[in-house]
């Protein structure tokens, strides 16, 4: 059986094979107002213009079939539910920043020196979820080949303002946060296996 260069599988939006991945773009109004993200490895696209909520999308499924049902399952719920999975997201970078924050030696920083300062300036302190909005992009979604109670694993790849080498990625389970760390937490399927998920078969459910 030929592999298809293209498929329309609702409510992915169409998505064309690559060498490693169904690929596609989608808007999510969730993700408006962040920076524009969807270069190369998740880098700075809009040109200082907020993004308008348009993602890349991987879909780690077979080349001659396309997405299984169980990652229809996951990127339905994400679009149902697309609010609730972002602040979820949000929130959990949010919560990990002040130790990211540390960790870059921003919280011990001379005054008096001006590359310091604006250095700093790309990760400043902040105190609400919302003070992400123009320190983070969402690059890629994720849509995994492992499985849990019949829905996929997600993960969000994100570009930031304080690491362009590594970036932020969250991995959840519908609305659930399974863990955050550089970009590649994402797209690591053994995060998702350790959290009790299943590859997926292309035979059968997970």
Known sequence: MPTPETIDRPPFPPL??????????????????FRARQGMYAS??????????????????????????????AYAYLKANEAVVAAAAVRAVF???PRERAKHGF????????????EAGLMPEISDPNDLRPLLGLGTVH??????????????????TWDDEHGVGVM???????????????????????????????????
């Open 16 to 33: 064309a094979r690559d060498e490693y991945f169904w690929s596609g773009t989608d808007i999510l109004p969730s993700w408006a107002g």
């Open 44 to 73: 700075e696209s809009g040109g200082g213009v907020p993004s308008d909520g348009t993602a890349n999308v991987a879909v780690d499924a077979p080349a001659d079939s396309g997405p299984g049902p169980e990652q229809v399952a």
């Open 95 to 97: 919560e990990r920043y």
């Open 107 to 118: 919280d011990d920083i001379d005054e008096d020196d001006e590359d310091a300062v604006a």
């Open 143 to 160: 849509v995994l080949a492992v499985a849990r109670d019949g829905v996929a694993y997600v993960g969000l790849e994100f570009g930031c």
């Open 172 to 206: 959840l389970h519908k609305d659930r946060v399974v863990k955050v760390g550089g970009a590649d937490t994402s797209f690591l399927a053994w995060i998702a296996e350790r959290d009790g998920g299943r590859p997926l078969d292309p035979s059968g459910p997970a």
